[in-house]
């Protein structure tokens, strides 16, 4: 069974700062994801990445297999970056059953 | 560019009344979903469909929820008989291929609250 632990749980940083948040998972898997939860509760997929490294403007998602280790980072955050990010992977290999991290509420003042 | 749509947005009932919740997802996708966030919680799996039946369920789906793909378009979450701790935030979502390897798409979810 996987378990997902996210870090750091909040994040609060200045409008202009590079952000890395870390997911650690616990089993092997054969992709992860990483999703935004805006403050009015609606949740939009990122990345969906089983090897190295994807880039969607100023995100960046890395995944480290052996490690069982993923981060995502945001170059040049803006305060509309503020919002919950969370890592989720399959429970057992090959399942469609996700398990969700906790989330990094992330914050940028600007 | 497509989206996953849910109805309503938000729904209050008494404790023991049944509730339906409505998605459309994404036309051409054949991989659909369940997920369920309490307020301050991880979200969690309900149950996962394809191909007209489940394909995977969790310890929370009990014989208290059903799905159903009623139309070919609609995909809809029953609760039978509804509880105060079934108040959370419900989302479905939908995928092209298996979900856990692919991209899922989030509808913007239904606030159920529970009295």
């Known amino acids: 069974k996987n378990e997902v632990e996210q870090s750091p749980q909040n994040l609060t940083a200045q409008e202009g700062e590079f952000i890395t948040i870390n997911c650690s998972y616990s089993?092997?898997?054969?992709?992860l994801h990483w999703l935004q939860q805006h403050p009015g509760g609606g949740i939009v997929s990122l990345f969906m990445l089983s090897s190295g490294k994807k880039k969607h403007g100023r995100l960046i998602a890395t995944i480290n297999i052996q490690e069982k280790h993923s981060s995502l980072h945001i170059t040049a955050s803006h305060p509309r970056d503020s919002a919950v990010y969370i890592c989720?992977?399959?429970?057992?290999?090959?399942?469609?059953?996700?398990?969700f991290g906790q989330g990094t509420r992330l914050t940028i003042n600007p | 560019e497509p989206e996953v749509t849910q109805t309503p947005s938000h729904q209050v009932t008494q404790m023991g009344q049944e509730v339906i919740l409505r998605c459309v997802p994404i036309?051409?996708?054949?991989?659909f979903y369940w997920y369920r966030q309490i307020l301050g919680q991880k979200v969690e799996f309900l149950v996962s469909?394809?191909?007209?039946?489940?394909?995977?369920k969790s310890e929370i789906f009990d014989d208290q929820f059903s799905v159903e793909r009623p139309d070919g378009s609609n995909f809809t979450l029953k609760i039978r008989s509804t509880k105060l701790e079934d108040s959370a935030m419900y989302f479905c979502a939908s995928s092209s291929r298996d979900g856990g390897t692919d991209t899922q798409y989030f509808g913007p979810g239904t606030r159920l609250t529970v009295l």
């Open positions: 036309s051409n996708h054949l991989y």
């Open positions: 469909f394809y191909n007209n039946e489940i394909s995977e």
């Open positions: 089993v092997g898997i054969s992709a």
């Open positions: 989720a992977v399959p429970r057992i290999q090959g399942a469609q059953k996700l398990v």
